[in-house]
């Protein structure tokens, strides 16, 4: 019995200290075990690694201070070869739950030092809540109440009716004008094939949508087939073209290439109106 007792009395498991210093840039800490044995006080442990949660490349750290409490745990084999590289080694003594192989936890509390009323807020060591303070980048909830109840909700939407100044971009329809449209030269907006006249053309346009007015006159008469009597000038080409439904008799489209075209006879001096609507590209 007494060997048993002399085996375990040289065995060390966990034990509370007391911080006596701390290096921040190693993270140990000099730590004096806070029981004795055999009434005899245990010596300071050097180089003490002290606990604080994270990873390879983060942690949560805290001030340690002279004093401090802490739990000392004791590893099973001398931790001096791992210490140093941070790898698997082969332990450099046969020591046991030895003294030198101590790990800090500090933040146990012995009564004496426990915190003063203890908040549910998070406290710095020294007893000191920590300010809860933003800067003018936040808004309290009042504030942003404030400013939402100024706010459309999202499916808030304006009538045209309602845009009553200002002028938008056509490719959103306009406002405060009915269009953009070139009609002073006629060779702005189409050029008149072969035995043909234009006496008047007419191009508008709202946003995407535009459209062509020509009135075109053949000369010579033509019995049948598909005419071509002018063609649209480059700039003024659609990509997608609609057929002009209204127009002379017997049918006129404009096509992909910009070509004003009539199918069926025309007589001599016949004048030809052509209205085409279509999505500009």
């Not at 911080?19 to 840039?25: G, K, L, N, R, T």
């Not at 004008?177 to 072969?194: R, Y």
């Amino acid at each position: 019995m007494a060997l048993k007792k002399e085996i375990f009395s040289s065995l060390h498991c966990a034990m509370p200290g007391m911080v006596e210093s701390f290096d921040a840039a190693t993270q140990t800490a000099s730590v004096r075990p806070a029981l004795k044995h055999s009434s005899v006080s245990l010596p300071v442990i050097p180089d003490v690694p002290v606990y604080f949660p994270g990873g390879v490349a983060s942690g949560i750290t805290w001030p340690v201070a002279n004093g401090d409490e802490c739990l000392l745990v004791f590893a099973d084999f001398d931790i001096d070869r791992w210490f140093e590289s941070g790898e698997a080694q082969e332990a450099a003594s046969d020591r046991m739950h030895d003294l030198p192989d101590a790990f800090a936890f500090v933040g146990f509390r012995s009564r004496g030092k426990v915190l003063d009323d203890f908040p549910e807020n998070p406290r710095f060591f020294d007893g000191s809540v920590p300010a809860h303070n933003h800067d003018d980048r936040y808004y309290t909830e009042t504030e942003m109440s404030t400013l939402l109840s100024g706010k459309s909700d999202t499916g808030h939407a304006h009538a045209a009716g309602d845009i009553t100044s200002g002028t938008l971009a056509l490719a959103r329809g306009g406002t405060g004008q009915s269009g953009t449209s070139a009609s002073t030269v006629v060779a702005n907006v189409a050029v008149a094939a072969s035995g043909c006249t234009i006496s008047s053309a007419q191009f508008a346009y709202w946003g995407k949508l535009a459209m062509v007015r020509l009135v075109i006159t053949k000369k010579a008469a033509v019995s049948s087939g598909t005419t071509t009597l002018a063609t649209i000038v480059e700039g003024r080409r659609p990509r997608c073209h609609a057929i002009a439904e209204r127009g002379w008799g017997e049918g006129a489209r404009i096509t992909s290439a910009g070509e004003v075209q009539v199918n069926g006879a025309i007589s001599a001096g016949e004048s030809i109106t052509i209205l085409s609507t279509y999505v500009m590209a």
